[in-house]
């Protein structure tokens, strides 16, 4: 996944990075350097993908630990 797909599926489910960084337990400027570094870890693309084609709540719910 590359920066520009990470803010397209941002838009899409009304996420900004940084409640993606609270979200996910991160700090916000790890964030910004995954999409600095135009690459983004396994855990963001599954949590994308299930807020995607499930729900956003649906997301919060499988990334808990």
């Known amino acids: ?3 520009r797909d ?3 599926a941002l838009a ?3 996420l900004s990075q940084a ?4 979200i996910l337990g991160r700090a916000p400027n ?4 995954w ?3 135009d690459e983004m870890p396994a855990e963001v ?3 994308l993908w299930i807020a995607l084609n499930h729900s956003l709540e649906t997301a919060k719910e499988a990334i808990k630990p």
């Open 1 to 3: 996944m590359k920066a």
């Open 12 to 14: 899409q489910i009304g």
């Open 30 to 33: 790890t964030v910004t350097g």
């Open 35 to 37: 999409v600095n570094a």
């Open 45 to 47: 693309r599954l949590f």
């Open 19 to 22: 409640e993606l960084a609270r």
């Open 6 to 8: 990470l803010r397209v």
